[in-house]
Structure formats: structure tokens, C-alpha cells
């Protein structure tokens, strides 16, 4: 089986669930109503992250793309099953703890995109890729986002 740009964007639709599932559990492990609203806020988010690697994985649906080599992509998959298995330590415990983990979450999950970006190269052209350029818009938006959230907890 090859993979593609869209095996990569059905990853990062895995590292959303993830974090998806924390706010979850953080909810049901932490019996903090006050931290409701905030946590509903992070899972719109998601959500609207999801949606918006859906919309990139219907934009190349017709589009030829090009095949991630093998080892490169299993190597990705690793980092990805790795970093989706260590985030959650189960204590936050006010709004505070929740947006602090929330930014640091993301600039872990930005490290990561990036990480994953420069393993895609392996020669100069490899930049013109389709790959490459669905993670250039998917660094984007998290940078978009962190930026946000710095505002945000001020």
C-alpha cells in the first residue's frame, strides 16, 4: 500500500481525537463545573480543525498525488502513535491548567507537524510536494491558533 497526503491529514485527524479525548476525560476525572465553558471552547476548536482537514482531504480526492515513501511514512506514523500516547498526566484542575496544558499541547503538536514536514524532504523538489503543501497549510492554522490562545490567556 502506498500513502499519501491524505494518510498524513487522516494523522493529524488522529492527534485531534486525541486531544478531543483528553478534554473528555479531563472533565469526567476533574469534577470542576467552572472548567465547562473553557473546555467546550477546545472542542469546538477541534472540531473545527477536523472539519477543516476534511475539507483538505475532499480537495485531493481527484488530484494525483505523489506516494510518501515507506519508511519515511512509518517512521511519521510512530512519532504520531508515540505523541498521541503521552500527553495527558490527569492534573489539571482549574482554567488556568486546562489553557496553560491547552497552549502547551499545541505548540508540542506544531513541533511535531514541523518534525514530520522535514522528514518529507529528502531532495530540494520534495518542497513542490503535495504532501509538503498540505502540511504548510496544516502549520498554518496551528500557528493561527496558538497565536490565538497566547491572546487568549493573557
Keep these: 500500500m ?4 491524505l494518510d498524513l491529514i487522516d494523522k493529524a ?5 486525541n486531544k478531543l479525548n483528553i478534554y473528555k476525560r479531563i472533565l469526567m476525572e476533574e469534577d470542576l463545573n467552572t472548567m465547562v465553558l473553557v473546555r467546550n471552547a477546545f472542542i ?7 472539519l477543516y482537514y476534511k475539507e483538505l482531504e475532499h480537495k485531493l480526492q481527484d488530484k494525483e498525488l505523489e ?8 517512521k511519521i506514523s510512530f512519532l504520531i ?3 498521541n ?8 484542575k482549574n482554567i488556568k491548567e486546562l489553557k496553560e496544558f491547552t ?18 524532504i529528502k531532495k ?8 509538503y503543501e498540505v502540511l504548510n497549510k496544516i502549520i498554518k492554522k496551528r500557528k493561527e491558533y496558538i497565536g490565538s490562545l497566547k491572546e487568549y490567556i493573557k
Design 2 to 5: 502506498a500513502y499519501n497526503a
Design 13 to 17: 485527524i488522529d492527534i485531534v481525537n
Design 44 to 50: 469546538k476548536e477541534c472540531e473545527k480543525s477536523i
Design 67 to 74: 506516494e510518501i515513501d515507506f519508511v519515511v511514512y512509518d
Design 81 to 83: 502513535n508515540e505523541f
Design 85 to 92: 500516547g503521552k500527553h495527558y498526566n490527569g492534573k489539571v
Design 103 to 120: 497552549l502547551n499541547y499545541e505548540k508540542d503538536t506544531l513541533a511535531l507537524l514541523i518534525d514530520i514536514q522535514g522528514r518529507l
Design 124 to 131: 530540494e523538489s520534495d518542497i513542490n510536494s503535495i504532501a
